[in-house]
């Protein structure tokens, strides 16, 4: 490769080339055979290193799923209902015997494995039994899946049909194709960590690995990558927005937009991309962003309902205020973020996070009990204020609700925080930053 | 049990015949594929959209013909097809184009042996550069993204996409050099 074309092909594979760059490598492509032939020749490469990586297992996996999806729809509509009698197959016995190397070679498809595992571990039952007796976590093959308590799912064929509740699914990479399906849409997985839950209305998925590609029942396709999710109807539209997962925390702030301009501009500063938006429009963010300053209004409800589930979520607790919203019983009389002079330390941990920073933060091993008046029993502690101990620390508590980020960080905006203060914010920002990347990179 | 055998079952309804077809020729369809599209990333989907073309259309199929044949000509519909929507929708119009035009011209066939190069040119990789294998395996079988990967390495995006370059550049001559040496 010449340099110029080297560079201009670097740029339109990054997706960063410009206009005058694109006509520029396109005179190259359509004029220079050497240069042509070489685009071609390391798109090429690329493909069939992206077609290699994929098993065959896991293709014809991925295509039965898609096949079963698009196949008996009535089979498919009968299945959402547990109540009314589903046909049973009988065909897999005989199937087999005629191609024994094809159950183990092709037929391996997860949710065939799940069928057979749920048919062998309860053989009194007819396979499509109502979803209070199936396992809550299945570790099959590369797939291990984890339903919620509240998941009502079924085995239809090959198929794993979803019809609500949500579950939680890692494949381990490289060995994509195992594929789920909703009343709205099939979920093919390409190697990947990702949530799904649905209800008659809704379906939504979030990748935290990977990337999931969703076929909806009217053939609209998305392809969710890492860090977005995608919550829609049968009909609506199919966009991703940015995963709730993926942000590095969310700021708490009550109601008051000045405050949290103030945080916003503090926090700009010190190189994050800051989002001040309407907490109840934290599924539509656009983009993505390193923190995000969610408003609370009288209609906000993300914050305080207890109801939606239990997950476990790292909480830099760094005001007093925030307990409310977290359920936790606390002094609220001070507010430390007024205290001077304070100094950060981290002195039982090998992190650098706070280097070139004031204030006082300890970082404490994690499993230590909260002491608070009404402790929660699966929080633990993961960090504190050291000279606050009982009004700041950073827990790993349970969510309260699904819209919440899995890093949140809590301050009080009716104080106007001293420089110690800000030192901490800003400290506690860099830390769960850190600590979100560190779990990515994991 | 031959193709014929297996489309007659499947054109009765018998999904698994159908999917051992899929098993037996999703490889050649795959490889196909990935000399024909410009968005690698879409060979997957795309290889899936031909199989389920193909059922849809299995009935009117006469099973004696050659399948793989049938095959690579839905292969190439739908792949110029996508060819012509990803044109239309990049933001890099004019090379997208002309990337479509010459994929359209130059790749009427793909060698299958290509992706058994490949597996061997692989294999010797871990031999002779393990560190390049590692690189292709982080990038494409564990799909580490490219800010994680640079991170890793502690590089810098863009030295990490040269490095790439070069190790695609190092496979695509090994590729060249077994087809060459084939008889």
Request: charged content about 20%; hydrophobic content about 45%.
């Given at each position: 490769?010449?340099?110029?074309?080297?560079?201009?092909?670097?740029?339109?594979?990054?997706?960063?080339?410009?206009?005058?760059?694109?006509?520029?490598?396109?005179?190259?492509?359509?004029?220079?055979?050497?240069?042509?032939?070489?685009?071609?020749?390391?798109?090429?490469?690329?493909?069939?290193?992206?077609?290699?990586?994929?098993?065959?297992?896991?293709?014809?996996?991925?295509?039965?799923?898609?096949?079963?999806?698009?196949?008996?729809?009535?089979?498919?509509?009968?299945?959402?209902?547990?109540?009314?009698?589903?046909?049973?197959?009988?065909?897999?016995?005989?199937?087999?015997?005629?191609?024994?190397?094809?159950?183990?070679?092709?037929?391996?498809?997860?949710?065939?494995?799940?069928?057979?595992?749920?048919?062998?571990?309860?053989?009194?039952?007819?396979?499509?039994?109502?979803?209070?007796?199936?396992p809550r976590s299945i570790t099959l093959g590369p797939a291990q899946i984890t339903f919620d308590d509240d998941c009502q799912y079924q085995l239809i064929d090959d198929a794993l049909v979803v019809s609500s509740g949500g579950l939680t699914c890692s494949v381990e990479p490289g060995h994509g194709g195992f594929a789920l399906r909703t009343s709205h849409a099939t979920f093919a997985v390409l190697g990947t960590r990702f949530r799904i839950e649905t209800d008659a209305h809704t379906s939504a998925v979030a990748v935290e690995h990977g990337s999931v590609r969703v076929t909806r029942n009217d053939?609209?396709?998305?392809?969710?990558?890492?860090?977005?999710?995608?919550?829609?109807?049968?009909?609506?539209?199919?966009?991703?927005?940015?995963?709730?997962?993926?942000?590095?925390?969310?700021?708490?702030?009550?109601?008051?937009?000045?405050?949290?301009?103030?945080?916003?501009?503090?926090?700009?500063?010190?190189?994050?991309?800051?989002?001040?938006?309407?907490?109840?429009?934290?599924?539509?963010?656009?983009?993505?962003?390193?923190?995000?300053?969610?408003?609370?209004?009288?209609?906000?409800?993300?914050?305080?309902?207890?109801?939606?589930?239990?997950?476990?979520?790292?909480?830099?607790?760094?005001?007093?205020?925030?307990?409310?919203?977290?359920?936790?019983?606390?002094?609220?009389?001070?507010?430390?973020?007024?205290?001077?002079?304070?100094?950060?330390?981290?002195?039982?941990?090998?992190?650098?996070?706070?280097?070139?920073?004031?204030?006082?933060?300890?970082?404490?091993?994690?499993?230590?009990?909260?002491?608070?008046?009404?402790?929660?029993?699966?929080?633990?502690?993961?960090?504190?204020?050291?000279?606050?101990?009982?009004?700041?620390?950073?827990?790993?508590?349970?969510?309260?609700?699904?819209?919440?980020?899995?890093?949140?960080?809590?301050?009080?905006?009716?104080?106007?925080?001293?420089?110690?203060?800000?030192?901490?914010?800003?400290?506690?920002?860099?830390?769960?930053?850190?600590?979100?990347?560190?779990?990515?990179?994991? | 049990?031959?193709?014929?055998?297996?489309?007659?079952?499947?054109?009765?309804?018998?999904?698994?015949?159908?999917?051992?077809?899929?098993?037996?020729?999703?490889?050649?369809?795959?490889?196909?594929?990935?000399?024909?599209?410009?968005?690698?990333?879409?060979?997957?989907?795309?290889?899936?959209?031909?199989?389920?073309?193909?059922?849809?259309?299995?009935?009117?199929?006469?099973?004696?013909?050659?399948?793989?044949?049938?095959?690579?000509?839905?292969?190439?519909?739908?792949?110029?097809?996508?060819?012509?929507?990803?044109?239309?929708?990049?933001?890099?119009?004019?090379?997208?184009?002309?990337?479509?035009?010459?994929?359209?011209?130059?790749?009427?066939?793909?060698?299958?042996?290509?992706?058994?190069?490949?597996?061997?040119?692989?294999?010797?990789?871990?031999?002779?550069?393990?560190?390049?294998?590692?690189?292709?395996?982080?990038?494409?079988?564990?799909?580490?993204?490219?800010?994680?990967?640079?991170?890793?390495?502690?590089?810098?995006?863009?030295?990490?996409?040269?490095?790439?370059?070069?190790?695609?550049?190092?496979?695509?001559?090994?590729?060249?050099?077994?087809?060459?040496?084939?008889?």
């Amino acid at each position: 490769m010449t340099p110029e074309f080297e560079s201009l092909w670097l740029a339109y594979r990054a997706d960063v080339l410009d206009a005058a760059g694109d006509r520029r490598l396109a005179e190259l492509i359509a004029t220079d055979a050497g240069a042509r032939k070489q685009a071609l020749a390391d798109l090429e490469i690329e493909a069939l290193l992206r077609t290699s990586a994929i098993t065959d297992d896991a293709f014809v996996r991925a295509t039965r799923a898609r096949l079963a999806a698009h196949g008996d729809t009535a089979r498919f509509v009968a299945s959402l209902h547990p109540q009314l009698p589903a046909r049973r197959r009988h065909g897999s016995t005989r199937r087999a015997r005629r191609w024994p190397w094809l159950t183990t070679a092709v037929v391996v498809a997860a949710a065939a494995l799940i069928a057979l595992a749920m048919r062998l571990s309860s053989p009194a039952a007819p396979g499509l039994d109502p979803a209070s007796s199936h396992p809550r976590s299945i570790t099959l093959g590369p797939a291990q899946i984890t339903f919620d308590d509240d998941c009502q799912y079924q085995l239809i064929d090959d198929a794993l049909v979803v019809s609500s509740g949500g579950l939680t699914c890692s494949v381990e990479p490289g060995h994509g194709g195992f594929a789920l399906r909703t009343s709205h849409a099939t979920f093919a997985v390409l190697g990947t960590r990702f949530r799904i839950e649905t209800d008659a209305h809704t379906s939504a998925v979030a990748v935290e690995h990977g990337s999931v590609r969703v076929t909806r029942n009217d053939g609209a396709r998305l392809l969710v990558e890492a860090g977005l999710h995608c919550s829609f109807t049968q009909d609506g539209p199919l966009i991703p927005s940015l995963n709730r997962e993926a942000c590095a925390l969310i700021i708490g702030s009550a109601s008051k937009p000045a405050s949290s301009n103030q945080l916003g501009a503090v926090l700009r500063r010190d190189g994050w991309q800051v989002l001040i938006t309407n907490d109840t429009d934290l599924d539509t963010i656009p983009s993505a962003v390193d923190l995000i300053i969610p408003l609370q209004t009288a209609r906000s409800s993300r914050l305080d309902d207890p109801s939606q589930g239990w997950h476990q979520l790292p909480v830099l607790n760094l005001d007093p205020s925030v307990n409310r919203w977290l359920g936790i019983s606390a002094d609220r009389d001070d507010d430390y973020l007024d205290d001077p002079g304070g100094a950060i330390a981290v002195p039982d941990t090998d992190a650098t996070w706070f280097a070139g920073l004031t204030g006082t933060v300890q970082v404490q091993s994690a499993n230590r009990p909260l002491y608070w008046a009404d402790p929660l029993p699966k929080a633990q502690i993961l960090a504190r204020v050291a000279e606050h101990p009982q009004r700041a620390c950073a827990i790993l508590k349970p969510r309260s609700h699904t819209q919440a980020p899995r890093l949140f960080l809590g301050v009080n905006p009716v104080a106007e925080p001293s420089p110690a203060g800000w030192a901490i914010i800003r400290a506690a920002a860099a830390w769960l930053v850190s600590e979100h990347r560190r779990h990515e990179s994991r | 049990m031959d193709d014929c055998q297996l489309i007659t079952d499947a054109q009765g309804g018998d999904t698994d015949a159908f999917c051992e077809l899929v098993a037996r020729h999703q490889g050649p369809i795959r490889a196909y594929l990935a000399a024909l599209v410009f968005e690698p990333e879409s060979v997957f989907d795309l290889a899936q959209d031909v199989f389920l073309t193909a059922h849809n259309k299995l009935a009117d199929f006469d099973a004696t013909r050659d399948l793989g044949a049938w095959l690579r000509g839905i292969a190439r519909t739908t792949a110029l097809a996508h060819n012509r929507a990803a044109a239309r929708r990049t933001r890099r119009e004019h090379t997208a184009a002309q990337l479509a035009l010459a994929l359209a011209a130059e790749r009427e066939q793909a060698p299958d042996e290509r992706l058994t190069a490949l597996h061997g040119c692989l294999r010797q990789l871990a031999h002779n550069r393990p560190e390049v294998l590692h690189l292709l395996e982080q990038r494409y079988t564990h799909e580490t993204a490219l800010s994680a990967l640079a991170r890793e390495l502690s590089i810098a995006e863009g030295a990490l996409r040269v490095r790439l370059l070069r190790a695609r550049q190092i496979l695509r001559h090994c590729i060249d050099t077994r087809i060459a040496a084939e008889p």
